[in-house]
């Protein structure tokens, strides 16, 4: 017996705003808004999706849970990330070939070097 992964879940404090971020920020849709939960997918019928839901307190310490995302241009898509909104941090990475954001509410994500470099 196996299990499917269906969906990652994130806690935010504007789980509708933040869930709109992140499909503009990995070319997703926004596939259901409720009040309490907004799920995104690479396209309505395909999985996993990421799944916001609401929580009252804000991000505290670092995530133990990340998305590593790899663009075709490294350098360009961390531009584009920060144009939207997301920031540089220092989770104490020292120097490495990956860099290190975090979203709107402070999760952190790596975009990584083109496969290859």
Not at 9 to 37: C, F, I, M, N
Not at 60 to 74: A, E, F, I, S
Not at 87 to 106: C, F, K, N, S, Y
Request: hydrophobic residues 40%.
């Amino acid at each position: 017996m196996s299990s499917a992964w269906e969906s990652l879940t994130v806690d935010a404090q504007d789980p509708a705003r933040l869930a709109h971020w992140w499909a503009e920020a990995l070319g997703y849709k926004v596939v259901s808004e409720k009040p309490d939960e907004v799920e995104i997918r690479p396209a309505a019928d395909r999985l996993p999706g990421l799944v916001f839901v609401p929580v009252a307190a804000g991000k505290q310490g670092k995530n133990r849970l990340h998305l590593d995302l790899r663009p075709d241009n490294q350098e360009a898509e961390v531009e584009r990330l920060v144009d939207m909104g997301a920031r540089h941090v220092d989770i104490g990475q020292g120097d490495v070939g990956w860099t290190v954001l975090a979203d709107p509410e402070g999760n952190e994500f790596c975009v990584l070097r083109q496969r290859g470099d």
